[in-house]
């Protein structure tokens, strides 16, 4: 595709002027997007879904906080926009995003510059069609170098890793009865206290089997439960934790060498080395879990996608696929459990507790009927009848 002009309109106009609404690829935002708007977006290699949506809406340009291609996967959304003959603009700082004033008109210029009125507001680089289809290709090849690589690691650990991941040789007894339980493994990371307090009602439901990794276990103890087992460096792990009775396991390697095994001597207290070539103490856990027959996995803090893998995160090892693939069906992700138990608002449901109000009130007022005098409750109930209908009748007369 040949180079295109940012804006297609008459040099005399001073911009792209629209309201500008934050959209996000969850779909908050896109209702109130109109077309002719600017849609403000933090959507790091866009995806062809999104796009859909934008696309519909038909905003004149989308400015993105993030990079609409990074170059970790080949998407194909910023070249549906373009097609569309939606403006792209992207590499915004991310201030935009709190001091944004839903609804305002704004203006966009040539050159990436987002303005409120004649106060610059924004700015970033335009995104051409060339540099789209340049960028896609790139991430397409980047990606099957990384993908070869990936597989060609998931193939070693399989060798060097095939009678832990087969026999379960290696893994250790738990010293927790896990044997048809619901577990759950919190790790560090991705907003896992919060997760955990939306799981508050699964836990005091089910009673699962607490299993803290790492820091996550220090949180654990900070919300007011008690983790059953502990598995990850103690280095990193509190006083307060490794002191709460639990089970600890330190991640060792093949050779038995565990790290943090003198905190463990310096505070009085027991605990058992995990040897395996895993880098990762949640995918230990994991496998501990799946080794001594858990009914049910919670995975809360360390989500794994193919996303993942394909951007290359750090935390999408060989391993972690493998220990996620070793636990098949048994493992929910912690997104999931919250979800059943979020009661959502709606409609529907808002006469039921009107209902349940008025009802509510009718009760109170028959008690209070039914024991204001000093015959029984149903020559009371009676009595204060009478006196209501003689009085309506009277209004009437």
Known sequence: MGSMSLFNRKADLPGLVGATRLCTPEGKGIKRLSQGDLAIIDAPDLDRAFAQ?????????????????????????????????????EGFDSDILTTLKEGKKGRLTDDG?????????ASGA????????????????????????????????????APLLIDGIGIPNSGANLEGRKVLIASPGNNHRTKLKELRNFIREYDPVLIGVDGAADTLVELGYKPALIVGNPTGI????????????????????????????????????????????????????????????????APLDLDAVFAGVETATPASL????????????ADIIANLYTVRTSGSLAWLWALLGI???LAVIIVIAGTSGDGSFTDNLIDTWNSFALMVQGLFN
Request: proline letters at 4%; glycine letters at 8%; zero cysteines.
């Open 322 to 333: 493998l220990a996620r693939s070793k636990a098949g069906t048994k493992l929910v992700d």
């Open 359 to 361: 009802l509510v009130a």
């Open 53 to 89: 949506r934008l696309l519909a809406a038909r905003p004149a340009a989308v400015l993105n906080v993030s990079r609409f291609t990074t170059g970790s996967v080949p998407n194909f959304g910023p070249q549906l926009l373009l097609d569309g003959g939606i403006h792209l603009i």
């Open 238 to 301: 509190g006083a307060d934790a490794l002191r709460s009775g639990a089970h600890v396991i330190l991640p060792a390697e093949p050779d038995g060498h565990a790290e943090g095994l003198e905190r463990i001597q310096d505070l009085g207290i027991g605990a058992m080395t995990f040897p395996a070539a895993v880098s990762s103490a949640t995918d230990l856990a994991l496998l501990l879990a799946d080794y001594h027959n858990a009914e049910m996995i919670v995975n809360v803090g």
């Open 113 to 121: 510059k987002l303005y409120y009125g004649e106060r610059l507001v």
């Open 126 to 161: 335009p995104v051409t069609e060339t540099a789209a289809v340049e960028a896609f290709v790139d991430a397409q090849q980047s990606l099957v170098d990384h993908m070869e690589a990936y597989f060609g690691n998931t193939i070693q650990f399989i060798h060097s890793e």
